[in-house]
């Protein structure tokens, strides 16, 4: 397998992830604000606040409310973070690896594009929109599924699993970010008032709600959920479970050198996070440091497969 | 009812599917009778389909830009092109006789040029080619075959014969808007394409592989075969991936190979280096080795040209072939028929004049106003004259251009080329077509069963480029006998 291609492949990867991703975050963030009664200090501002992307947003908008944020996020093609943005990133970078990956594979993206595409404007209007990311959530599962069905399980499938279980434990790590927002001490009774709502929606961005739930036999807690994210071993969007994705993956790749080193550190590191012995404000920079790991260990991918520019 | 055939005019030139508005030709019979059935909503739905499916396979030119990439849709007419079995194995066998003598010719010109010694060919006409390679001189590539993949052009005149306009030999493109068009037409009538006994066309990919194993240097194991694009930026991109997909190639930029110590081509994969056998190149000669062509080449690969002369990658088409795409040369196909095959042409040439000879000169200066001319080394029709269609102004500067550098021009009579029904606006009319068909050429021959019909889609035009206006229509080759 050629180096240009595993690139290619693992960045596809990441950004149909991103692309979905984003899809999830958009739609449980309506929901929970559906949920909550007017008043509480809840508000679209920390979309972008997670995403670390309030400067740009800023430079085109004044006030952060839902049209204008939603638009940012899910239809501007000037914002690289957006979905169309990253949507139409995946669909080039399948472009140039067909030859890579079943025909479906390509008709499945290059479709879900032109849906996404002719719809942009719609996306201004709450049902609309909750049509569109429906369709949206559809399209990378039916990608997902496609792929596992239809791909021989070799190197490119696994760059593939690689690019999309990285992008998945760091969404998951800033998720985990907006958590820790919330749980702020400052937060107001109002707010305490409604947590398990909260929490439950927090579950419901990771499809986590229901293996929960089955798993800890309790009522939705914060703590909880914390350490369950991070570390439950079942959930595929835990951060421990994209980690033993990424350690499968990789111990299955030639050349591998150090990474399989790397990536054990990396599962003690997570496992030995306990979010009930850490202040916000601790929590706050493990999050960070975890999501510098991450950066790290791509770097390092990039360094053991990719063409060398 | 109104018949949909009502008012088609057949008076323009030969028209493939009708003899009049009245009359369709007998292999095209049951497409015609077929369309006069349907309602015109149901044609407008078929084409409605018909473009859903090729925005959804992606089936594209992209165009980039500075503001951005346009991502043009590949246009494609629903009615197809008919061909009678009996008359296409005429033309097959037209097209492998013409593409044998053709390699025989090149394999010749770089060894002992006996058709030169022999006085068919002044030598001149070799030595002022531009695209003579004297790097290639004294190679002999695998089965003698340097032109392994060749687009023949085809056009039909008023007279009803078929005539080859041009051979193309270095890096012809189109093979694979042929093979998506029939799986559209399937999607668009499948209701015909289950009755009528049409030849399939999608065992090409089958046929180029097999092909490009047959030149592969060593003959042992399995052959790693590559194809080297010039990247994404490329307008025939969609076609290098999608045949690199098909037969299971790697599809390779410059700087994904690399030639080492050993003069060996090798990849960079997650393995590390890997070596490569064959190379399907879809980069011209020029851009192929930096080292031995041009030296301010990207897209090539530094010390390509040094492995393949020390035989250890097979290159297809072979660095060279191109000598044999002068139009020039193109007039003297017919005498390499006879002379290499001691075989009358099967397929004629459309009459030329070489402004290097002359008296050829002085009648093409003469009658200028009536003849197309053409710079002898260029493709895509660019720097032509149509002279019915150029102002006395042009006509002259033409005159001037040609004399200044006769060896570089030739001229032929304007011919007359066919129509083939065509969907615009809902209503059936003529439209201008050729016919591209493609041949392989390697340990075996291969003819595809028909080729890429493009339709120039402008009324009255003849210019059937898709960068200009030009579409293209599935093509039926047609079983008329009973089986």
Same mark, same amino acid.
């Not at chain 1, 702020?184 to 439950?200: F, G, H, K, N, P």
């Not at chain 2, 999608?242 to 050993?262: H, R």
């Given at each position: 397998m050629l180096s240009r291609s595993a690139e290619r492949l693992y960045w596809l990867a990441r950004y149909l992830e991103r692309t979905e991703n984003i899809a999830r975050l958009v739609n449980v963030h309506m929901n929970l604000l559906m949920d909550l009664p007017k +008043?509480? !200090?809840? $508000?679209?501002?920390q979309l972008i606040l997670i995403n670390a992307s309030q400067e740009e947003f800023y430079k085109k908008n004044t006030v952060a409310n839902e049209r204008n944020i939603t638009r940012f996020l899910?239809?501007? !093609? $000037?914002? $690289? +973070?957006s979905l169309i943005s990253s949507l139409s990133a995946a669909r080039e970078n399948i472009r140039t690896s067909r030859e890579l990956l079943p025909d479906e594979a390509w008709e499945q993206v290059n479709e879900m594009y032109l849906y996404a595409k002719n719809n942009l404007e719609t996306v201004a209007n709450r049902r609309h929109r909750v049509l569109f990311l429906n369709e949206i959530l559809k399209g990378c599962q039916r990608f997902t599924g496609l792929l596992s069905g239809y791909m021989s399980h070799n190197a490119p499938y696994r760059f593939i699993r690689l690019g999309r279980n990285i992008e998945r434990a760091d969404m998951t790590s800033r998720i985990l970010d907006l958590a820790s927002l919330l749980l702020s001490e400052s937060r107001s009774d109002e707010v305490r008032q409604y947590e398990t709502i909260l929490w439950m929606n927090i579950l419901k961005a990771l499809n986590a709600l229901l293996i929960y739930r089955q798993q800890m036999h309790s009522s939705v807690n914060g703590d909880d959920v914390l350490n369950f994210l991070l570390q439950d071993n079942t959930l595929p969007r835990s951060v421990s479970c994209c980690i033993s994705e990424l350690s499968d993956c990789i111990s299955r790749l030639p050349n591998n050198d150090d990474l399989p080193l790397v990536l054990i550190e990396l599962e003690e590191y997570v496992k030995a996070i306990d979010t009930r012995q850490t202040t916000q404000e601790q929590l706050r920079g493990i999050l960070d440091d975890l999501q510098n790991k991450l950066g790290a260990f791509h770097n390092k991918i990039a360094d053991n497969w990719f063409l060398s520019n | 009812m109104k018949s949909i055939w009502k008012n088609y005019k057949t008076d323009i030139a030969y028209d493939e599917l009708m003899y009049s508005e009245f009359q369709s030709r007998a292999v095209s019979h049951r497409l015609c009778q077929y369309l006069d059935s349907l309602k015109k909503e149901d044609i407008d739905k078929r084409k409605i389909a018909a473009e859903l499916a090729i925005m959804e396979m992606g089936i594209s030119f992209t165009v980039y830009s500075d503001e951005g990439n346009i991502d043009r849709a590949w246009p494609f007419d629903i009615i197809p092109r008919i061909i009678d079995a009996k008359e296409w194995r005429i033309i097959e066998k037209g097209l492998k006789q013409r593409l044998t003598a053709l390699n025989c010719f090149i394999s010749d010109v770089y060894n002992e040029q006996a058709f030169i010694k022999d006085g068919k060919m002044p030598g001149e006409i070799i030595n002022s080619s531009k695209n003579f390679r004297k790097e290639c001189i004294g190679m002999k590539p695998r089965h003698n075959t340097w032109a392994n993949i060749c687009g023949t052009d085809l056009v039909r005149d008023k007279d009803g014969i078929m005539y080859v306009l041009e051979d193309n030999l270095r890096v012809p493109s189109g093979v694979s808007y042929m093979l998506e068009n029939r799986i559209i037409t399937k999607r668009v009538f499948p209701e015909l394409l289950q009755d009528i006994d049409i030849l399939p066309i999608d065992d090409y990919p089958t046929h180029l592989h097999e092909m490009l194993t047959s030149i592969a240097p060593h003959q042992n194991g399995q052959v790693t075969c590559a194809l080297l694009t010039p990247g994404i930026y490329n307008s025939a991109y969609f076609e290098h991936a999608y045949l690199a997909q098909q037969i299971g190639a790697q599809l390779v930029e410059g700087s994904d190979l690399v030639v080492n110590d050993d003069d060996c081509v090798y990849m960079r994969t997650i393995n590390g280096l890997e070596k490569v056998d064959v190379i399907y190149r879809r980069i011209d000669d020029d851009f192929l080795d930096p080292e031995v062509f041009?030296?301010?080449?990207? =897209?090539g690969v530094r010390g390509l040209m040094r492995a393949w002369k020390a035989g250890n990658v097979a290159l297809a088409n072979a660095p060279g072939a191109g000598v044999a795409d002068d139009k020039v040369v193109y007039a003297y196909v017919p005498e390499m028929i006879r002379y290499y095959l001691n075989e009358e042409p099967i397929l004629p040439n459309v009459p030329t004049y070489l402004c290097g000879n002359e008296d050829d000169l002085a009648y093409v200066l003469e009658h200028l106003a009536e003849l197309v001319v053409k710079p002898a080394n260029e493709s895509g029709g660019y720097g032509m004259l149509v002279g019915p269609h150029a102002t006395a102004k042009e006509v002259e500067n033409f005159r001037q251009i040609i004399q200044k550098d006769p060896r570089n021009y030739i001229a032929q009579p304007t011919l007359s080329i066919s129509t083939a029904p065509t969907l615009c606006k809902g209503k059936l009319e003529p439209r201008h077509i050729d016919l591209r068909p493609f041949i392989l050429q390697g340990e075996n021959t291969f003819v595809t069963a028909g080729g890429l019909t493009r339709v120039? =889609?402008?009324?009255?035009?003849l210019v059937v480029n898709s960068s200009q206006g030009g579409g293209s229509k599935d093509t039926w080759i047609i079983n008329m006998e009973e089986s």
């Amino acid at each position: 397998m050629l180096s240009r291609s595993a690139e290619r492949l693992y960045w596809l990867a990441r950004y149909l992830e991103r692309t979905e991703n984003i899809a999830r975050l958009v739609n449980v963030h309506m929901n929970l604000l559906m949920d909550l009664p007017k +008043g509480v !200090e809840m $508000s679209w501002r920390q979309l972008i606040l997670i995403n670390a992307s309030q400067e740009e947003f800023y430079k085109k908008n004044t006030v952060a409310n839902e049209r204008n944020i939603t638009r940012f996020l899910l239809a501007d !093609e $000037s914002y $690289s +973070g957006s979905l169309i943005s990253s949507l139409s990133a995946a669909r080039e970078n399948i472009r140039t690896s067909r030859e890579l990956l079943p025909d479906e594979a390509w008709e499945q993206v290059n479709e879900m594009y032109l849906y996404a595409k002719n719809n942009l404007e719609t996306v201004a209007n709450r049902r609309h929109r909750v049509l569109f990311l429906n369709e949206i959530l559809k399209g990378c599962q039916r990608f997902t599924g496609l792929l596992s069905g239809y791909m021989s399980h070799n190197a490119p499938y696994r760059f593939i699993r690689l690019g999309r279980n990285i992008e998945r434990a760091d969404m998951t790590s800033r998720i985990l970010d907006l958590a820790s927002l919330l749980l702020s001490e400052s937060r107001s009774d109002e707010v305490r008032q409604y947590e398990t709502i909260l929490w439950m929606n927090i579950l419901k961005a990771l499809n986590a709600l229901l293996i929960y739930r089955q798993q800890m036999h309790s009522s939705v807690n914060g703590d909880d959920v914390l350490n369950f994210l991070l570390q439950d071993n079942t959930l595929p969007r835990s951060v421990s479970c994209c980690i033993s994705e990424l350690s499968d993956c990789i111990s299955r790749l030639p050349n591998n050198d150090d990474l399989p080193l790397v990536l054990i550190e990396l599962e003690e590191y997570v496992k030995a996070i306990d979010t009930r012995q850490t202040t916000q404000e601790q929590l706050r920079g493990i999050l960070d440091d975890l999501q510098n790991k991450l950066g790290a260990f791509h770097n390092k991918i990039a360094d053991n497969w990719f063409l060398s520019n | 009812m109104k018949s949909i055939w009502k008012n088609y005019k057949t008076d323009i030139a030969y028209d493939e599917l009708m003899y009049s508005e009245f009359q369709s030709r007998a292999v095209s019979h049951r497409l015609c009778q077929y369309l006069d059935s349907l309602k015109k909503e149901d044609i407008d739905k078929r084409k409605i389909a018909a473009e859903l499916a090729i925005m959804e396979m992606g089936i594209s030119f992209t165009v980039y830009s500075d503001e951005g990439n346009i991502d043009r849709a590949w246009p494609f007419d629903i009615i197809p092109r008919i061909i009678d079995a009996k008359e296409w194995r005429i033309i097959e066998k037209g097209l492998k006789q013409r593409l044998t003598a053709l390699n025989c010719f090149i394999s010749d010109v770089y060894n002992e040029q006996a058709f030169i010694k022999d006085g068919k060919m002044p030598g001149e006409i070799i030595n002022s080619s531009k695209n003579f390679r004297k790097e290639c001189i004294g190679m002999k590539p695998r089965h003698n075959t340097w032109a392994n993949i060749c687009g023949t052009d085809l056009v039909r005149d008023k007279d009803g014969i078929m005539y080859v306009l041009e051979d193309n030999l270095r890096v012809p493109s189109g093979v694979s808007y042929m093979l998506e068009n029939r799986i559209i037409t399937k999607r668009v009538f499948p209701e015909l394409l289950q009755d009528i006994d049409i030849l399939p066309i999608d065992d090409y990919p089958t046929h180029l592989h097999e092909m490009l194993t047959s030149i592969a240097p060593h003959q042992n194991g399995q052959v790693t075969c590559a194809l080297l694009t010039p990247g994404i930026y490329n307008s025939a991109y969609f076609e290098h991936a999608y045949l690199a997909q098909q037969i299971g190639a790697q599809l390779v930029e410059g700087s994904d190979l690399v030639v080492n110590d050993d003069d060996c081509v090798y990849m960079r994969t997650i393995n590390g280096l890997e070596k490569v056998d064959v190379i399907y190149r879809r980069i011209d000669d020029d851009f192929l080795d930096p080292e031995v062509f041009r030296p301010d080449s990207t =897209l090539g690969v530094r010390g390509l040209m040094r492995a393949w002369k020390a035989g250890n990658v097979a290159l297809a088409n072979a660095p060279g072939a191109g000598v044999a795409d002068d139009k020039v040369v193109y007039a003297y196909v017919p005498e390499m028929i006879r002379y290499y095959l001691n075989e009358e042409p099967i397929l004629p040439n459309v009459p030329t004049y070489l402004c290097g000879n002359e008296d050829d000169l002085a009648y093409v200066l003469e009658h200028l106003a009536e003849l197309v001319v053409k710079p002898a080394n260029e493709s895509g029709g660019y720097g032509m004259l149509v002279g019915p269609h150029a102002t006395a102004k042009e006509v002259e500067n033409f005159r001037q251009i040609i004399q200044k550098d006769p060896r570089n021009y030739i001229a032929q009579p304007t011919l007359s080329i066919s129509t083939a029904p065509t969907l615009c606006k809902g209503k059936l009319e003529p439209r201008h077509i050729d016919l591209r068909p493609f041949i392989l050429q390697g340990e075996n021959t291969f003819v595809t069963a028909g080729g890429l019909t493009r339709v120039a =889609l402008k009324k009255g035009s003849l210019v059937v480029n898709s960068s200009q206006g030009g579409g293209s229509k599935d093509t039926w080759i047609i079983n008329m006998e009973e089986s």
